[in-house]
């Protein structure tokens, strides 16, 4: 059984880069794109394709 402690401390990563934050954090970027809303994007290389940890 999966301890439940390790829900507080999943973190978010940039699938380019590798940087990792909490999910929701202010250390990532958010931009709105047209036709698909704000996304984040990473604050290191610039790339969107983040991978949300939960």
């Known amino acids: 059984m ?3 402690t390790s ?3 999943a973190h978010s990563r ?3 880069c590798g940087f990792e ?3 929701g ?5 958010q931009i709105e794109v047209p036709r698909l809303g704000e ?3 990473c604050p290191d290389c610039g ?3 983040v991978m949300s940890g939960r």
């Open 21 to 23: 934050a909490p999910p």
């Open 25 to 29: 954090s202010e250390q990532w970027d």
């Open 7 to 9: 829900d507080l401390t």
């Open 39 to 41: 996304m984040t994007r």
């Open 47 to 49: 790339s969107t394709n």
């Open 2 to 4: 999966e301890s439940e």
């Open 14 to 16: 940039c699938l380019n």
